[in-house]
């Protein structure tokens, strides 16, 4: 099983190169096409997590670059950068 499972992966590389799919997106979208079951939906889940993960750490990064600005606290310093959102 296991060796099953590395050449599967080694197979869905080859085919990711050779489509010339480089970005993030087209590789996780082409590589649900190789999948099916249970193995799709415990993909599926894993890049959930992951996504969920970064925003909460892109949050995290945001509200901490608002608390250091130097003009933090100052008036209408808030409604000014969500008013660029």
């Known amino acids: 099983m ?5 050449r599967w992966r080694h197979n869905v590389e080859r085919a ?3 489509l010339d799919l480089t ?3 087209a590789q996780h979208n082409m590589t649900k ?9 415990t993909y599926e889940s894993a ?3 992951l996504l969920i993960n970064r925003k909460a ?11 250091a600005h130097p003009a933090h606290g100052a008036a209408g310093h808030g409604a ?4 660029g959102l």
């Open 57 to 67: 750490d892109a949050i995290v990064h945001a509200e901490t670059q608002f608390a």
């Open 47 to 49: 890049t959930l997590v």
């Open 16 to 18: 990711l190169r050779g």
């Open 80 to 83: 000014l950068i969500f008013q």
């Open 2 to 6: 296991p060796r099953e499972i590395l």
């Open 23 to 25: 970005t993030g997106t």
């Open 33 to 41: 096409q190789f999948m099916r079951g249970s193995a799709l939906i």
